[in-house]
């Protein structure tokens, strides 16, 4: 066949070619490689909401409202006599604000959940030496990939794994005890959990609720991240005789669990998945931001929208208006594909397999 005059495929050639011969923008070409690279049923989920144009129908919203403004500015411009006529500077505020300015701050606050929902999550699992770390993780991974063992320091690397949950992606990650030592080798795997704890999106910290976490406190580390508390071991100790919680860890969600019964297992998969989704959930019509360049043109977007009321609240002339609302809608249009440049469009049709 190659030698009759046919080639190969390039990369995204087929998708392109039906952005190129407009049949979808370039939000939903996007979300075609999206659905390539989809490893959960929810990231498939946020892809296919957005080959069915669930972004370019928040974007075509805010575009319409600024093509308006726009068509009322370039009037005042052309009859400035009429001025006052054809251009109401308080409406068209309250437009900018209603119309433009809150679902723009709206789709740019979801960029990181979004993020998240496509890309995964890192959940780290750190605390003192034999609390239980990697009994839970093979707890949650449903098999034995860590080592479990009553001694100390048995874990001396991390663990990352893989986790489907409840159809998101979780990437679980087995850490050292943090403790005092001087075993050069266990200190090696505590400054590697101290890195991981930094590059993770939550924080599983487990105690063992036999020894006394009361008396623990003054060694409580203090991490900046989103946490959740996790009390092992309950099976051993009546209900009635936990210790109480230290203050410094009250303002984190607490979950008690076993991880030799499994007991609470499934109640800090949920509590994991409710941090993740921030409570919300997931809705197919969601329109969320799937990737960062469409983000960075959000930005863009707002940034002008913001100088362009700022414009009109100070009585600047239409001119100067003008200027900032077809900067906002040269942004939009670019999110969608309308107008970009040539090795951008390559960039993004460089990263499909052959064909597509």
């Known amino acids: 066949v ?20 407009g049949r979808i923008d370039l939000s939903q070409a996007e979300a075609v490689i999206d659905i390539v690279n989809a490893k959960t049923l929810v990231s498939l989920e946020i892809a296919a909401a957005q080959i069915h144009g669930g972004l370019r129908k928040k974007i075509e ?32 505020a309250d437009r900018l604000k209603g119309q433009i300015l809150s679902p723009l ?17 890192r959940v780290v699992v750190a605390g003192f ?46 850490t050292a005890g943090l403790q005092e030592t001087d075993d050069p ?13 930094r590059e993770a999106d939550l924080l599983l910290f487990m105690v063992d609720v036999t020894q006394p976490i009361f008396i623990q406190k003054e060694t409580i580390p203090v991490f900046e991240k989103p946490t959740i508390l996790v009390v092992n071991k309950v099976d051993r100790v009546n209900s009635d005789r936990f210790p109480e919680i230290p203050k410094e860890w009250k303002r984190f969600p607490v979950v008690r669990i076993s991880a030799l019964t499994q007991y609470g297992v499934d ?14 959930g997931f809705r197919q019509e969601d329109p969320i931001v799937p990737n960062l ?19 009109i609240s100070y009585g600047r002339s239409p001119e100067l ?19 970009i440049r040539p090795d951008i469009l390559d960039a993004i049709f460089s990263r499909f397999c052959i064909g597509k």
Not at 2 to 21: M, Q, V
Not at 187 to 197: L, P, S, Y
Not at 321 to 339: C, K, Y
């Open 2 to 21: 190659l030698s009759r005059g046919a080639r190969l495929a390039d990369p995204g050639e087929f998708t392109k070619r039906a952005f190129l011969n």
């Open 61 to 92: 919203t805010c575009r319409f409202a600024l093509w308006e403004l726009q068509t009322e500015l370039s009037a005042a411009i052309d009859f400035p006599e009429e001025m006052e006529t054809l251009f109401k500077a308080e409406t068209a």
């Open 105 to 121: 701050q709206e789709l740019i606050k979801q960029h990181d959940q979004g993020r998240i929902l496509r890309e995964g999550i």
């Open 129 to 174: 030496p034999n609390v239980g770390k990697s009994s839970l993780m093979n707890c949650l991974l449903h098999r034995d990939r860590a080592i479990v063992s009553p001694y100390p320091g048995t874990t001396r690397d991390f663990l990352e794994e893989p986790l489907d949950l409840y159809g998101l992606q979780a990437m679980i990650v087995d």
């Open 185 to 197: 080798v266990e200190r090696i795997g505590i400054e590697k959990t101290h890195e991981k704890i």
């Open 267 to 280: 109640a800090l998969k949920e509590k994991i998945f409710e941090r993740i989704t921030q409570g919300k």
């Open 293 to 311: 360049r469409q983000k960075l043109l959000l930005d863009r977007a707002l940034k002008a929208t913001e100088a362009a009321l700022e414009g």
């Open 321 to 339: 208006v003008s200027m900032d609302v077809e900067e906002a809608l040269d942004a939009l249009n670019e999110i969608l594909g309308e107008t």
